[in-house]
């Protein structure tokens, strides 16, 4: 089976930076997502890495480490509208490659 | 123009009714899936389909059941509707050529059943 996990709410400052965690326990892993959802709306693919490391993009940086089953996404430069949840998924290594989502991470950004 | 539909987008309906979710898409994918979104349970697999051949169960597929009319197709139904179906439901597709196999999801169905 497979088990993630993530905080459930954090807040920021306007400007600032944030990282939110994410651990996950697998039996395969073939990748992990992370997704940006504003609330009511669907998930919108940020960032995905399969080899341990960072992935930047723009503002928006994910890292993993296979070895301790973790990731990060890193927030920089802080706007008003990345209020959001943030949703890490795991890929499964089977023939299907289902995602199992966590239940997400909801950031408020404050002025 | 969205490149993966839903509708309705709203529905309120009442225990006991059937009730069908469809989703359509413009990408080309040939992998659909059917996700619902609860309050503190992130979102959970309902039903996916590989083609239109291909039809499979995710992990709460009880009393849903699934139709893949077309590659651009994929349609859920509620045969007898219940209160917990009360949720965010999700359909989305992915690109299986796609070195991510990156889902793209439809701007979801808010559905109630009271």
């Known amino acids: 089976g497979q088990n993630i996990d993530q905080p459930t709410e954090m807040t920021a400052t306007e400007g600032a930076i944030v990282q939110i965690n994410c651990t996950y326990q697998?039996?395969?892993?073939?990748?992990l997502f992370w997704y940006q959802q504003h609330a009511g709306e669907a998930p919108t693919f940020l960032s995905y890495n399969v080899l341990d490391g960072l992935e930047e993009k723009g503002r928006f940086s994910s890292f993993l480490s296979r070895s301790k089953g973790y990731s990060y996404l890193l927030l920089k430069e802080l706007q008003m509208k990345d209020s959001a949840s943030y949703l890490c998924?795991?890929?499964?290594?089977?023939?299907?490659?289902?995602?199992?989502f966590g239940t997400g991470t909801r950031l408020l950004v404050s002025p | 123009d969205a490149d993966v539909t839903q509708t309705p987008r709203n529905r309120i309906t009442k225990t006991g009714k059937r009730i069908m979710l469809e989703c359509s898409q413009t990408?080309?994918?040939?992998?659909m899936y059917w996700y619902r979104q609860d309050p503190g349970l992130g979102l959970r697999l309902i039903y996916y389909?590989?083609?239109?051949?291909?039809?499979n169960k995710g992990e709460i597929s009880d009393g849903y059941s699934v139709s893949r009319q077309a590659q651009a197709k994929f349609s859920l139904s509620l045969e007898s509707a219940i209160p917990n179906q009360t949720a965010l439901y999700f359909c989305?597709?992915?690109?299986?050529?796609?070195?991510?196999?990156?889902?793209?999801f439809g701007p979801g169905t808010r559905l109630t059943v009271l």
């Open positions: 989305a597709t992915s690109d299986d050529r796609d070195s991510y196999n990156e889902q793209f």
């Open positions: 998924a795991v890929r499964a290594l089977t023939g299907f490659q289902k995602l199992v």
């Open positions: 389909s590989f083609d239109v051949k291909d039809i």
């Open positions: 990408k080309g994918h040939d992998r």
């Open positions: 697998t039996s395969g892993f073939n990748g």
